[in-house]
Structure formats: C-alpha cells, structure tokens
C-alpha cells in the first residue's frame, strides 16, 4: 500500500481522490452477496467526469454528518485510551497500483490493523451497542480498506458523548475481498476506456 500524508478534506485530500473508486463507494459496485451494483454505471460516470474536468462536485453534508466530523479527534482520543492502542492519522490509503483507494479514521501499524469512527444519532448509537455487531451499511468500507491496505482486521468504533463507546474488531472476509478484488479490477478497467472514449470526443 502507499500511504499519502495531507490533511483528510483538504482541497489537496480532495484532489488527491478524483477520479478513483474509493471503499466508502464500494458498495456502488459489488453488492455484499458478490454481484454487481445497480449503481455501478452511475459511479463510473461520475469519476470519469472528475478526471475528464479535474474538478470534484462538493457532496451532500448534513447537519449529523457535520456532527459526525467535528468528534472525530474526541473519538479517536477515546480510542487510544480504552485500547491503550496507537492510533496513526493518515490522508488516503491507495493498493500497490493506485487505482483505488480508501480514508481510514485512522491506522494501527503495530497491529496491521485500522480503524473507522462514526458518531451517528443517539437511537442509532444504542442500537449498535445492543446489535453488538458492525452494521451492514459499512461492511463494504471495511471490507473494502482490509483489500486496500492488505490489513487482516478493522476496529469498527460508535461514539456518543456520555454513552458507552462501541467498539468492534472486524476480520477480513478473504472470499468477498477476493470478489471485490475482481469486480474493482473490472471496474477500473471500464473506467479507463469510459474516459479516453470522452477525452476523444472533446
């Protein structure tokens, strides 16, 4: 893996990603049961467009997600201190070829592991520590930044302030990265074709 150093949201972190599949989209491509996504065209024409215009449209941000930010170091300093881990923060994560790429909250370089932090609604932050499991919706960005980074486990951690944190170690799932592998291989390949077709038009 290739470890890049910027500032996570930064103009640079943002320029940095145009143009490549990154795991928090994963599941725009593969669905968790191996088959192809029935968002994957539209995925695809959009990162063609980033990299035809070098230009990134500004995502949808609302007022929990802006929330989820702002704790985002209190989490993590949460973390090191119930663990007794190191947390390292880096930029982006790209696989040996860069054609892909994953944000972790954080890596783990003693462990070979990383770490994914969200800070999601009161009612969602119980249902998770009684759930007791990682919920569906970030299987593929965790599943997704183990292929990355080559990585054998993920913590999975839910924080609200003055609530139990929930903390969950997620092992690699050698068979669905093995598709992951193949359908992101694919998909990369269609997208270099999608955009010399467009740059050929122009």
């Known amino acids: 893996m290739k470890i890049i150093e910027i500032e996570q949201r930064s103009e640079q972190w943002f320029t940095e990603k145009l143009g490549k599949p990154s795991a928090s989209c994963f599941d725009r491509i593969i669905t968790a049961?191996?088959?192809?996504?029935?968002q994957s065209d539209g995925?695809?024409?959009?990162?063609?467009?980033?990299?035809?215009?070098?230009?990134h449209e500004d995502g949808y941000t609302n007022t929990f997600m802006q929330r989820g930010?702002?704790?985002?170091?209190?989490a993590?300093?949460?973390?090191?201190?119930?663990?007794?881990?190191?947390?390292?923060?880096?930029?982006l994560v790209c696989e040996d070829s860069e054609r892909y790429l994953c944000s972790p909250d954080?890596?783990?370089?003693?462990?070979?592991a990383g770490l994914e932090i969200k800070s999601?609604?009161?009612?969602?932050?119980?249902?998770?520590?009684?759930?007791?499991?990682?919920?569906?919706?970030?299987?593929?960005?965790?599943?997704?930044?183990?292929?990355?980074?080559?990585f054998s486990y993920w913590y999975f951690m839910s924080y609200y302030p003055a609530m139990p944190v929930f903390i969950k170690i997620i092992d690699r799932d050698a068979q669905f990265?093995?598709?992951?592998?193949?359908?992101?291989?694919a998909f990369c390949d269609d997208l270099d074709a999608l955009t010399e077709k467009l740059r050929d038009m122009k």
């Open 120 to 150: 999601p609604i009161m009612k969602t932050h119980v249902e998770y520590l009684i759930k007791d499991q990682l919920p569906a919706t970030y299987f593929h960005q965790a599943q997704g930044s183990m292929l990355v980074t080559g």
């Open 177 to 185: 990265c093995v598709a992951l592998s193949k359908a992101l291989d």
């Open 76 to 91: 993590r300093d949460l973390f090191e201190l119930v663990t007794g881990l190191n947390v390292t923060q880096v930029g």
């Open 43 to 55: 995925y695809m024409y959009e990162l063609a467009g980033q990299r035809i215009t070098g230009k």
């Open 33 to 38: 049961k191996g088959a192809a996504s029935k």
């Open 69 to 74: 930010i702002d704790l985002e170091d209190e």
């Open 106 to 112: 954080g890596l783990i370089m003693d462990q070979s």
